[in-house]
């Protein structure tokens, strides 16, 4: 179908992230082998090196994903090339959209897929897409309000339907199967929602059509962008995250090829061969998976199905957490779900590029204790007096190329976007782009850190039987209260007064470099708080600071 070149793009992207690497590693050993390595120094080298892999990764990733989009007239075909041959009109195929629920506010859910169908209907498309609304809520009361609010919005559509399982055995996953098992009909595709998705006409229809145009791809994952949100929190976050993910998701494109990730929603998948492929049975230990889309995505490469990334942001979209206290949480399940891919890599029936998305995987939560580890180490080694001897500028500058690597993501989506002027107009022109890409590198380099050792902790404690269970997410807009967010985060500042405290106890440089990782730990509670406080929500909503292009439309 192409003159893609699978091995020469991964020996080429090989070779890029090889040579990060070791730069990363001169620099670390320059700057810390300067008057001889102590038994503290060799362990931050090691901690260095195993962090180095994601650090090149990510890098390599972007400076690919940023060539695509500065060299390219139309990046997302570059990168899938059934787009060129997708015919986006009425689909032949009949699709499913296949919204997992659980406990959900109803209100909230049904008036996108309310927007989704009419729009369908307007472009004549309507009788090829049948909503499915697939509840796990387990209580009664609340499902028994479920099920009339959705009595009342298929009160005149066709289209709709509801299915409620009394036990949600296998989470979300077995959801899904349940439904290609004993519901599904002629559908040929299925398109997975959450409940917090929200998908244009014209985005699904581009999904079937690229499907339709290939009968190999079983997984076509479109990029998802944050929705326009109220709080300062999630609006800072994820005006980061969409800049970083277009770089990202166009360099991962182009090396990964048919080897590509699946989210769990937003994405397209083919019916049959995902209900051959991707079922799921329990771990080892009689556990359920829980980060499920990877390994099904890796099931079907390995049944030689290819599964594609979509670079496009345009009409997909989902709800980000409100509040720094969710947004916790929520890594911590995935952190939770992504450690048992441990137990996966051992099983037979993997390909070598299936492996590696598990790892990647592994290693996305891995780099945050041993991240961690670095701080406390070279903390330890400045008081006892062992650094004496490390050159400051060396170190900084090792210091600030991880920086550059780890956020290397979004530097190279803000890049693209101020160079090209058409992307910054969507967001009110360069000014206004800067304007909001200054807001977010300071407030996520407070926070990353932060995060960094919440995560850290978690994954401490996960062996010895910590969980934070598949719970229902809270996606309310609300404010944290100043004695909420002591109880939280009263770890975190104690840890972040400790080092801030050994640093400065050394000199003023070692303060100096130090700070950019602990004060963000030591300002936990405050940082937690006021990034959730309506006022300081207003004050950004009013200057416009990190508007989304979604929220300029609607204004």
Avoid at 226 to 238: D, E, I, K, T
Avoid at 339 to 352: D, E, G, H, K
Avoid at 473 to 496: F, K, M, S, Y
Wanted: net charge positive; with cysteine.
């Amino acid at each position: 179908m192409t003159d893609e070149n699978p091995l020469l793009r991964r020996a080429l992207f090989g070779a890029l992230v090889a040579a990060i690497a070791l730069l990363l590693l001169w620099l670390a050993w320059r700057a810390l082998a300067a008057g001889g390595v102590n038994a503290i120094e060799a362990l931050i080298l090691l901690a260095v090196l195993l962090v180095t892999p994601w650090a090149a990764l990510s890098a390599a990733n972007s400076l690919v994903g940023l060539a695509i989009l500065l060299g390219s007239r139309d990046p997302p075909a570059a990168v899938l090339p059934a787009l060129r041959l997708a015919r986006p009109g009425v689909p032949n195929a009949v699709t499913a959209l296949a919204v997992c629920i659980r406990n959900e506010d109803m209100d909230a859910v049904l008036p996108p897929l309310a927007r989704l169908l009419d729009d369908l209907a307007a472009a004549e498309a309507g009788d090829r897409f049948r909503l499915w609304l697939l509840s796990d809520t387990q209580d009664a009361a609340l499902a028994a309000a479920e099920e009339a609010a959705v009595a009342r919005f298929a009160d005149g559509r066709a289209n709709v339907r509801y299915r409620r399982r009394t036990e949600n055995t296998g989470f979300k996953a077995g959801n899904v199967m349940d439904f290609l098992d004993h519901h599904a009909t002629d559908e040929k595709f299925f398109i997975t929602l959450d409940a917090d998705s929200v998908m244009t006409a014209e985005a699904v229809r581009r999904l079937v059509a690229v499907m339709e145009a290939d009968p190999r791809l079983a997984i076509v994952q479109q990029l998802i962008v944050g929705r326009p949100a109220l709080a300062a929190f999630p609006r800072l976050f994820q005006f980061g995250m969409r800049a970083g993910m277009r770089s990202w998701a166009t360099g991962q494109a182009w090396w990964q090829l048919d080897a590509g990730p699946y989210w769990g929603h937003n994405a397209i998948l083919r019916c049959e061969p995902f209900r051959q492929h991707a079922r799921l049975e329990a771990l080892p230990d009689g556990s359920r998976i829980l980060s499920h889309d990877m390994v099904e995505s890796v099931r079907l490469q390995a049944a030689g199905w290819r599964v594609r990334c979509l670079p496009e942001e345009s009409g997909s979209l989902e709800a980000n957490p409100p509040a720094m206290p969710e947004f916790m949480r929520r890594d911590e399940r995935w952190g939770a779900g992504n450690m048992q891919y441990w137990q996966l890599l051992r099983l037979p029936n993997f390909t070598a590029m299936g492996r590696l998305q598990l790892l990647q995987a592994i290693l996305l939560f891995v780099g945050a204790p041993l991240y961690a580890a670095i701080l406390f180490l070279a903390a330890i080694n400045a008081v006892s007096g062992g650094g004496a001897a490390t050159p400051m500028g060396a170190l900084a500058l090792a210091i600030f190329a991880q920086w550059l690597c780890y956020f290397a993501p979004k530097l190279a989506g803000y890049a693209h976007a101020l160079l090209k002027g058409e992307v910054a107009a969507r967001y009110g022109g360069r000014a206004a782009f800067a304007k909001g890409a200054l807001a977010e590198i300071l407030f996520m380099q407070l926070f990353e850190p932060l995060s960094t050792l919440n995560k850290a902790i978690f994954l401490a404690t996960l062996p010895f039987g910590r969980r934070t269970g598949w719970a229902p997410q809270n996606r309310a807009e609300r404010g944290i209260a100043w004695g909420d967010a002591a109880r939280l985060l009263w770890p975190h500042t104690l840890v972040g007064v400790a080092l801030t405290l050994a640093f400065a106890s050394v000199s003023l440089p070692a303060l100096l470099l130090a700070l950019p990782f602990t004060l963000g730990m030591v300002l936990a509670v405050p940082l937690c708080v006021l990034s959730a406080d309506p006022r300081i929500s207003a004050w950004l909503r009013e200057r416009r600071i990190a508007a989304t292009p979604e929220e300029r439309v609607s204004g």
